[in-house]
């Protein structure tokens, strides 16, 4: 009896264990499972010119976002708009060895020879916006060459020679050592030869700081009461240039052009109140994509550093009054719930 019943049980068992659902493995179309594996447990190093305002939160929240869906990290070491703390950020990272390694240099000249020094020691290199004049692996961001001839452009609608008005303008621009100044001058010179009406009477760099945009904007005011047009160069700037502007009562006078990354708060809200005229936004959301797209490349298909440079240029979004929606800027909070 003793027996009969020990064989039924093991029958029982047997045919529970077969009745019991099979995990199988993760489907696989042919690529999919190469794509996770490529992705999983990697390291990406990110060395901002600053964290604490737009651009850099934007690329943050949504690298962050994709890294944690697909199971790698990204570290970051901020240098707080201090070259020489960059420069030491990125030596730090290039003796960790991660994956891929991501600058936001200020300034064109100081990561020229870390640049290849990342690649040498294996490691892939993406730059953000601002890039230096040696290249790496990728570059993410606006043409600023383009973003310059687009903003010279609207002032000379605006102010130049069929447009009635005396062509006179101002430009606050920002440091001068960056890629943003460097080649928006080459833009804005090449596309004022064309114009000779237009009359730059001040040209003047806040360092990008929007406490000297505005005092520098009102003296410039002061000195040019008959004032067309003035161009700024980033909108944490030029909200001071349009602070500016507002007090001195000339909102209808001054044709303001900005651009920038195309918050809500800095780009949309100065639109929609008068205090820019034409905003040229590089859409810092598209970046993030555009950003995590070149990190997955990089991870998936392994290039030897500095072997198939890449570039990934940000449509720019020319905003106005007439154009503006809701969906116009972005917010913060937006990009860290949405993942990306």
Not at 147 to 166: H, M, T, Y
Not at 168 to 177: F, H, L, N, R, S
Not at 323 to 338: G, I, P, R, V, Y
Request: net charge negative.
């Amino acid at each position: 009896m003793r027996k009969l019943l020990t064989t039924a049980f093991a029958a029982t068992i047997t045919l529970a264990a077969s009745l019991s659902p099979v995990m199988a493995d993760p489907y696989d179309d042919g690529q999919s499972k190469a794509y996770y594996e490529a992705l999983k447990g990697k390291r990406v190093a990110f060395v901002p010119l600053s964290m604490g305002f737009d651009l850099t939160e934007g690329w943050n929240a949504g690298m962050q976002n994709q890294a944690k869906a697909l199971g790698y990290t990204v570290d970051i070491r901020d240098p707080n708009w201090n070259v020489e703390a960059g420069v030491q950020a990125v030596n730090g990272f290039i003796a960790d060895k991660p994956d891929v390694l991501i600058l936001h240099p200020l300034d064109q000249q100081a990561y020229n020879r870390l640049v290849p020094k990342a690649m040498k020691a294996g490691i892939n290199v993406i730059q953000v916006n601002l890039k230096s004049i040696t290249n790496g692996d990728a570059y993410v961001g606006a043409d600023w060459y383009d973003l310059g001839r687009q903003q010279a452009e609207a002032v000379v609608k605006a102010c130049g020679k069929d447009s009635g008005k005396n062509g006179k303008i101002a430009i606050v621009t920002g440091q001068a050592a960056t890629p943003t100044i460097v080649i928006g001058n080459m833009a804005f010179d090449d596309v004022f030869a064309q114009h000779p009406e237009i009359q730059i009477v001040a040209k003047q760099s806040a360092d990008f700081d929007p406490a000297k945009a505005k005092a520098i904007t009102s003296t410039i005011l002061k000195q040019n009461p008959d004032l067309c047009g003035i161009l700024g160069v980033w909108d944490g700037q030029d909200t001071g240039t349009a602070a500016a502007i507002r007090e001195a009562n000339m909102q209808d006078q001054i044709y303001f052009v900005s651009s920038g990354g195309g918050t809500r708060d800095a780009a949309c809200k100065n639109v929609e109140n008068g205090g820019f005229d034409v905003y040229i936004s590089y859409d810092v959301p598209g970046q993030a994509r555009d950003l995590n797209a070149a990190v997955k490349i990089l991870l998936e298909t392994k290039p030897a550093p500095g072997s198939a440079p890449f570039a990934l240029y940000t449509p720019l979004k020319i905003i106005t009054k007439d154009n503006l929606t809701a969906t116009s800027c972005w917010s913060l909070d937006e990009m860290k719930a949405s993942g990306g």
